[in-house]
Every structure is written in C-alpha cells, then in structure tokens.
C-alpha cells in the first residue's frame, strides 16, 4: 500500500517557540492532505485540509493564524504550531488520499507527538 | 458527511469471533463504508471497504444490509494484538472528500 510519513515523530518544545511538522506522501502524489489532532482517548479530530497551490481550508474553531499550513509540493505538506502552549500539547496526524480503480483510499502517516512545556 | 454511531467499547477473548456494527442512518447513494483501526499513538491503519453485501479480505470480512443503513465488521479468530480502536467512517471515495471521524470502538481482547 502507499506510505505516508510524518517528521518528526515526536517533539518537546518550549511554551511559546514554534514547532514544524512534516508530512510526505512517499510513493504517489497528494494534490490534498489532511490534518488531525487527536487528544488522548479521544478521536481525531480534522483540523484542516491542505491543498496544493492554494489556501488550506480549515474546520470551524480552528485558528488558521496559530496552525499554519502550507502544502509545498505534491508530496509535501507542512503544519506549523506558532507560539505553542501546553494546550497544543497533541497526537498530530496527517493523511492523504490514494486513487485507485475503487476510488480514493485515505493513507495515513505514522503521526507525531507533540509536547510543550 | 453521513454520521455513524458505534458502540464505544466492547471487550472479547483470544480465538473468538468479534462483531461490530455501525449505524450510518443518513448514508448516500455515493458513499462507501470504510473501517480502520488505530494502535495507542499510531496512525490509523485501513481495514477494509464496501459498498454493500459482503467483502473479504485477509483480515477481516464486512456485512452491508440491503438497505445500507448499518455495516458490520467481523474479526474472525481475534488475538491479543487485535486490541484497538476501530472506526467506522462512510463517505464517497471517488472525492478527495474530508474524512469526519467518529467515537470509534475500543476493543479490548482478553487472554
């Protein structure tokens, strides 16, 4: 199946530094890519959708200015946590859509802790 | 999005054959049923998909009533390490549509 990859896999920050977290699709091109937080045992929750060449579209209660999102290539999107506090503390996880002869199939990467202190 | 309802946890042992079932009242003409499952601090793992009847994999089999209104995802012979979080997401996969998760299904296996 097509693998989707996050970096890095987890990170501790300080409260108010920013922190980039990338997610490649390795082996097919994603025009669209997802991004989820997921709370502990909780669900995941869609934060945004990123789009190649254009703006992301991001879900209502989500701060487009503190979560910044750029979809860089075909293959890479990226989400930026500016000015992180201990509340974004988070499971991150990004997926990205494959088309096959039954239609799209989301993949999803490995995902990235998130910690700040 | 159609919205699913599915039980929030259900507890089996090694070697039996686990159900779940999902309801998704409001499904589309368009949309597909799909199931994944999620290990503690993973990424969600997909599991299979089905429009209705019946379908297969290595791992898993999916019923689809007639009507759609319900799936159920069958585990057959479960092990320890088929302890997880299962969700149940419905949806037109020929769109890049975004997916909307629900609650999802805690199965615990017991030795």
């Known amino acids: 199946g097509a693998v989707v990859s996050q970096h890095p896999s987890w990170v501790i920050c300080k409260s108010g530094t920013s922190v980039k977290i990338e997610c490649r699709s390795l082996?097919?091109?994603?025009?669209?890519m997802f991004w989820y937080r997921q709370f502990p045992k909780q669900s995941l929750m869609l934060m945004a959708t990123s789009n190649e060449g254009s703006k992301a579209t991001y879900e209502q209660g989500v701060e487009k200015d503190k979560f910044l999102i750029n979809h860089a290539s075909l293959t890479l999107s990226t989400l930026t946590v500016t000015s992180a506090h201990p509340e974004d503390s988070s499971f991150y996880i990004c997926?990205?859509?494959?088309?096959?002869?039954?239609?799209?199939?989301?993949?999803f990467g490995p995902g990235t802790r998130l910690t700040v202190l | 999005l159609a919205k699913t309802t599915q039980p929030i946890s259900m507890d089996s042992y090694e070697g039996q054959e686990v159900n779940i079932t999902c309801s998704h009242n409001n499904i589309a003409t368009n949309d597909y049923i799909t199931w994944y499952q999620q290990f503690p601090s993973q990424g969600p793992r997909f599991i299979i998909q089905?429009?209705?009847t019946k379908v297969t994999n290595e791992v898993a089999s999916l019923f689809i009533p007639a009507d759609r209104k319900s799936s159920t995802l069958s585990l057959p012979r479960v092990s320890l390490s088929d302890t997880a979080v299962y969700y149940c997401?419905?949806?037109?996969?020929?769109?890049?549509?975004?997916?909307?998760f629900g609650k999802g299904t805690r199965l615990h296996i017991l030795p």
């Open positions: 997401l419905v949806g037109d996969t020929n769109r890049d549509d975004k997916i909307i």
């Open positions: 089905g429009y209705k």
């Open positions: 997926s990205a859509p494959k088309t096959s002869g039954s239609g799209n199939e989301q993949f």
């Open positions: 082996d097919f091109q994603a025009t669209t």
